[in-house]
């Protein structure tokens, strides 16, 4: 549990680092006003949360730090369920695929893949996957495209070469 | 503002379209939360983008249906599967599924409609009557007041946020510090955009609020896939349902307690239905002749009290969103983001300068409540034949809705990778356990907070004197530091009952 949760503490306090960092670099460039200096809102809210995240990173090395509480084990092991890591990892990769295929094959590889792998993997499991996302996919074009006047990024065959 | 009430109620009921709107929201709403794992923070997240090239009526209906709807629908997964369908409804699983396992499903379904829909319109009520109160009070605030509720509601979050208080400060910190990047008024210029160009308007607000609370969520509900089954077999009866009406009138003083409850719970900041549901369970068993009979399923009561009091929390919390710009739970967070998405900023000034989109918010609160009543008698079977959808269908159709509804707000890529990585994030702080709610609030709230801040240090001339001398503004800072203070005074408080 220490492991996991030192590193969203660690990943979170090196983003907060990063914007300390580019504090100097802040300059007003308008007439903010007499007595206010740009620097300190960015330095009071940017400091703290290094600060508060600092404190969080020792407590947790330290010994004093707070006892497990019942069912973290479990909770970690959680992370590591199959059906979990499918999903996060097919679901990345539909977000990074959407603007390349365009949202209708994106859309329709995505939930079927996606339904298809964390669901019953037999035939008739593969039937109605594929059934459900072709229909949920047809419908929401519609309702986005003819129904809400908006724009969704199509599959550019000609643009590839 | 109240002389605009009535014509308002005359135009929603001569508005079929309107009427439409909330009647398909309500619906969409309970069918999203009689299913265990989406919450109606989710449902408004699907449909707050969406609502962007509607207009502000439109909208407001279709997210207040979605709101009311998806909060009481809880109750369904509660009863039926022994599963609550939000968080809000998790103490009605503790006598509603026994009632249920009992052969008396219609009845128990029936105590927690009623029980919903009076609370709610009961809440409502008070929304109406405190909403305008607390607007013309804090008119008089200026930006010592502002900054000091905006710093009182991050340590209320903080120290109401169930596990470690220095956590949710943390996550506040970080959503504060993550809302300056972008270009800033008070600079002239951007801030921390660490040379992308994409960064020049700042992280928008709204795909990190789907992320951070939508993919956690997702990612978790692929556990329960095969596992939501109901084991009761009996059908459903009507003339059962509607019988349980009279029913919840024999507990009156039980159902206006939990209303009160609901309703203050509500106004809290950040803490919402899902701890009044409990608190008012709670205090139900406390005041109770029978508390041993609590949890068998025999009291109507121990249904009525967490049904009335989460449904009244929505009213409560509607109270401060509206009033002050400072959402009261997460699903009100989602409201906040479509009324800034209309170009409302929610405060005391909306009563003034929009007085009649105030008054169609509150009779659209209304009337979805009572479209939620007339749905619930025609539509209850087909709520309960929802809950038989297999969870691999819902969970990856809802995150490609959530892709769709970060990609049109802008039509940019851009956006679609922030609900990613925020949904990533979300999920590594729901396993480090770090409370979301704060870091999302800090993100809506940190530019007001720098805006007054700056503010208040201009008109003190430098001096941040008047944060102390100012009434208002030192009684809410005082509170906040006893909030803070809160652990110390319990362990000072114990030591001589110990000793």
């Not at chain 2, 449902?43 to 207009?55: I, K, S």
């Not at chain 2, 710093?151 to 400060?169: E, H, P, R, W």
């Not at chain 2, 960064?199 to 956690?216: D, Q, V």
């Not at chain 2, 503004?473 to 001589?496: C, N």
């Amino acid at each position: 549990m220490k492991t996991a949760e030192n590193t969203v503490i660690g990943v979170m306090l090196l983003v907060m680092i990063a914007l300390a960092v580019q504090l100097p670099g802040i300059k007003s460039t308008a007439a903010a006003g007499q007595h206010y200096i740009p620097n300190t809102g960015p330095i009071l809210f940017v400091g703290s949360a290094v600060v508060l995240f600092l404190w969080l990173i020792l407590r947790g090395l330290s010994r004093s730090a707070p006892e497990q509480e019942p069912g973290q084990a479990s909770q970690v092991r959680d992370i590591y369920r199959p059906r979990r890591l499918i999903f996060m990892t097919t679901s990345a990769i539909y977000c990074l695929v959407f603007d390349v295929l365009g949202f209708l094959t994106a859309s329709l590889l995505y939930l079927f893949l996606a339904s298809f792998l964390i669901g019953g993997r037999g035939r008739r499991e593969a039937l109605i996957g594929l059934v459900v996302a072709a229909a949920v996919v047809g419908v929401t074009y519609g309702i986005v495209i003819y129904g809400l006047e908006s724009y969704l990024p199509v599959l550019d065959i000609a643009g590839w070469n | 503002m109240n002389e605009y009430l009535l014509p308002t109620l005359l135009a929603v009921f001569s508005d079929p379209m309107i009427l439409i709107t909330i009647a398909v929201g309500v619906a969409a709403g309970l069918i999203v939360g009689a299913i265990p794992g989406l919450t109606a923070t989710m449902a408004l997240a699907l449909l707050v983008p969406l609502t962007f090239t509607m207009d502000f009526q439109t909208s407001i209906a279709l997210l207040m249906g979605v709101y009311c709807g998806a909060i009481s629908a809880g109750l369904v997964g509660s009863i039926v599967l022994n599963i609550p369908g939000t968080p809000a409804a998790a103490a009605t699983c503790l006598d509603g599924y026994p009632m249920a396992a009992k052969g008396q499903l219609s009845r128990a379904l029936g105590l927690g409609v009623y029980a919903s829909m009076i609370g709610g319109v009961l809440s409502g009520i008070c929304l109406v009557l405190l909403a305008p109160l607390l607007s013309d009070f804090a008119m008089g605030f200026g930006p010592w007041e502002n900054f000091a509720i905006v710093v009182f509601t991050f340590l209320t979050i903080a120290s109401l946020a169930q596990g470690d208080m220095v956590k949710a400060v943390a996550a506040a910190a970080f959503g504060v510090s993550l809302s300056l990047i972008g270009y800033s008024d008070s600079v002239g210029g951007s801030r921390f955009t660490l040379g992308i160009a994409d960064l020049e308007g700042g992280i928008n607000i709204l795909p990190a609020l789907i992320g951070a609370f939508a993919l956690p969520q997702l990612i978790m509900d692929t556990d329960g896939i095969g596992t939501h089954k109901s084991k009761l077999t009996q059908a459903f009866s009507l003339r059962e349902f509607m019988a349980a009406f009279r029913e919840v009138l024999t507990v009156k003083i039980s159902l206006l307690r939990a209303t009160a409850i609901g309703v203050i719970v509500g106004i809290l900041p950040g803490v919402g239905p899902g701890l009044s549901n409990i608190l008012a369970y709670s205090q139900e068993r406390n005041f109770s002749k029978t508390p041993e009979k609590f949890g068998t399923g025999e009291l109507p009561e121990a249904i009525v009290a967490p049904e009335a009091a989460n449904n009244a929390s929505m009213g409560g919390a509607l109270v401060p969103m509206l009033t002050l710009g400072i959402p009261g739970d997460t699903a009100t967070l989602m409201l906040i983001s479509a009324l800034m998405l209309h170009d409302i900023q929610p405060g005391p000034l909306l009563f003034v300068m929009n007085a009649d989109y105030v008054a169609f918010i509150f009779v659209t609160f209304f009337v979805a409540f009572l479209f939620c009543t007339v749905l619930y008698h025609v539509g209850i079977r087909a709520i309960i034949s929802v809950l038989n959808i297999p969870t691999q269908y819902i969970v990856s159709i809802i995150f490609m809705l959530c892709v769709i509804g970060s990609y049109v707000l802008n039509n940019r890529m851009f956006d679609v990778y922030t609900l990613l990585l925020f949904g990533l994030l979300g999920y590594g702080m729901r396993i480090a356990r770090f409370p979301i709610l704060p870091m999302i609030l800090g993100m809506i709230l940190g530019p007001m907070a720098e805006e007054q801040l700056r503010l208040a240090i201009e008109y003190g001339s430098g001096s941040l004197l008047p944060f102390a001398t100012r009434p208002i503004s030192a009684a809410i800072l005082g509170v906040t530091v006893l909030l803070l203070l809160r652990p110390l005074i319990k362990m000072v408080w114990r030591r001589p009952a110990v000793s």
